[in-house]
């Protein structure tokens, strides 16, 4: 019975530890070089907001200058529908946990700004109002005092 027991608390920790990759990652890359993490809860191939949000602010030139730029840390926690659009088994885990632990509710589109910490700064839930320009302006305005 015990190593049945124990068996099962590896799995499940190795499970966690897997799933946590990309954002243990960008925490310590954002800690690092002084930069925030975007994390993006979407529907790539059913949700029409998460679509607009990806088309219109996500693929702008503005948000992939904060990118290039170093000051912004990007991640998508993807939930499509159709068969084929499935990421990778470990990818779709990770993205389930994240889910659990930043988007309990299930909200789509989630978009959650973090510095290195992982402390959350601000949330978007929905399709943002802003422009690209505006929604980045916001996420460098957070840089800026993070900087103070």
């Not at 990309?22 to 310590?28: D, S």
């Not at 690092?32 to 996500?58: M, Q, R, T, Y």
């Not at 779709?92 to 946990?97: C, D, G, H, I, V």
Request: a positive charge; hydrophobic letters at 40%.
């Amino acid at each position: 019975m015990k190593i049945i027991l124990s068996a099962f608390m590896l799995a499940v920790f190795a499970v966690y530890t897997s799933a946590q990759n990309r954002l243990e990652k960008a925490r310590t890359l954002a800690k690092a070089n002084n930069e925030l993490i975007l994390l993006n809860f979407s529907g790539s191939d059913w949700c029409v907001p998460c679509i607009k949000l990806h088309k219109n602010i996500i693929e702008s030139p503005e948000f992939k200058k904060l990118e290039t730029d170093d000051k912004l840390l990007y991640l998508n926690a993807d939930f499509p529908r159709s068969k084929k659009n499935q990421p990778a088994a470990d990818i779709r885990k990770e993205n389930e946990m994240l889910a659990d632990r930043y988007n309990p509710k299930g909200l789509f589109p989630y978009t959650i700004l973090m510095n290195g910490e992982g402390r959350i700064l601000k949330t978007w839930q929905g399709l943002p109002a802003e422009s690209a320009a505006e929604f980045t302006s916001a996420i460098l305005a957070f840089k800026d005092a993070q900087k103070q």
